[in-house]
């Protein structure tokens, strides 16, 4: 398993095929990865599971897409 670092920043920008996320952390490199619409609906529905959900909504933990 990959060690874990404290998140310094992120951004986000919307690209001709999708999203490119760029992540840093403290103390480590940068990455960018690309993300296509599906799965940038299924991180914000991973983020919405994780602040509790919609409105009747179920949270659900250690979800991976």
Known sequence: MAKLL?????????TED???LLVSAI???SLYVSITPDQM???IDSLENAMGGEE????EDDVEY
């Open 18 to 20: 999708g999203y490119r």
């Open 56 to 59: 009747g909504g179920e949270a």
């Open 41 to 43: 609906d299924d991180i």
């Open 6 to 14: 404290p998140l310094q920043s992120f951004s986000l920008q919307e």
């Open 27 to 29: 103390g480590g490199e």
